[in-house]
């Protein structure tokens, strides 16, 4: 009922900038936090940042100065801006919510909800 679903993926070059958007949607109630996180090939997940609800936002030192994380409370939705892109973080970035959400079925209120999108790839590459 809840799905989230990252978009702006792609190619390009090194040095190069991208910004991601993820929109949560279905019965949400409230968004208590959105991260991004991202795979590389055969390494394992790893976090690249998140906002709360109140604004704050907190990065990894590796993306630290380079990489924005934003949010568009009335449309559900985060961003990631990403600036001088390096070759070596080639990955698939995913989209987590941590959420409060109504079920359609009976009305049942869910509070602190984890969700993942599908990703998108974004390939740094000359």
């Known amino acids: 009922q809840v799905q989230l679903v990252e978009s702006g993926g792609g190619l390009v070059q090194p040095g190069g900038s991208l910004r991601l958007s993820c929109v949560a949607s279905g019965s949400i109630i409230s968004i208590n936090a959105m991260s991004w996180y991202r795979q590389a090939p055969g390494k394992e997940r790893e976090l690249v940042g998140g906002i709360i609800s109140g604004g704050s936002t907190n990065y990894a030192d590796s993306v630290k100065g380079r990489f924005t994380i934003s949010r568009d409370n009335a449309k559900n939705t985060v961003y990631l801006q990403m600036n001088s892109l390096k070759p070596e973080k080639t990955a698939v970035y995913y989209c987590?919510?941590?959420?409060?959400?109504?079920?359609?079925?009976?009305?049942?209120?869910?509070?602190?909800?984890?969700?993942w999108g599908k990703g998108t790839l974004v390939t740094v590459s000359s």
């Open positions: 987590h919510a941590d959420l409060n959400s109504q079920s359609e079925d009976d009305g049942t209120n869910y509070y602190g909800m984890y969700y």
